[in-house]
Every structure is written in C-alpha cells, then in structure tokens.
C-alpha cells in the first residue's frame, strides 16, 4: 500500500481552514481526507479551501469523497472551496458533470 500517498497540511487562520492536499486521492486515500475535513467541521470554519495544487491523480473515489464533503460542509453552514485545481482534475469534473456541483476559485497565476 505504499503506492498512494496523500499529505495534508492543515492551515486554520480567521476565517477559513486551508487543507494543502499533495500526491493521489483515490479509494486508499480518500478516507483520510475525509477523516482531516471532519476534525476540521467539528469547529467549522466559515470556509474550508481544498488547495489541490499538489494533487497528481484523482480517481473517481476520490471525486465522490469531494462531493460528499463539499454536502457535509454545507450541512455544518460552512463553504468547501477547490482552489488550485490542475487541468485533468477540470476536465474530469467536466466529463463527470460534477463540476457544477463543487465550488471552484482557481487563482490565475500571475
């Protein structure tokens, strides 16, 4: 099991919590993302920002994992943003449709 790897950095300041997720979010990583963004909404920020700028793969596992945690968010009163996410992950949302159902901030890089 040590193909997939997933680190998370966990960043709490004001009025968000930033996850800085880098490596695979797939079926043997996606519980411990779910397992960091729910210690993070037992004290729910008003938003909580996915910065998947490291994410090298996603599987479709990981996609629901996103957006069972984008709903959960929203359960707890709190926004569940994607921010850096890389080309193939938007195209695969296109594809799947789930696009319109995760929040997405990409920062235009300068």
Sequence with gaps: ???????ITV????????????????MLTAG???AVVNE?????PPRIVLDLGGVTFCDSQGLG???VLSRKASH????LVLSN???????VLDITGLRS???IRNETAP
């Design 1 to 7: 099991m040590d193909r997939a790897e997933l680190s």
């Design 11 to 26: 960043h709490r300041s004001g009025d968000e919590a930033v996850l800085r997720l880098a490596g695979e979010i797939d």
């Design 32 to 34: 411990q993302l779910s």
């Design 40 to 44: 993070v909404l037992t004290d729910p």
């Design 65 to 67: 994992t996103l957006v």
């Design 76 to 79: 707890a009163q709190t926004l």
């Design 85 to 91: 996410v890389g080309d193939f992950l938007l195209r």
């Design 101 to 103: 159902a995760l929040m």
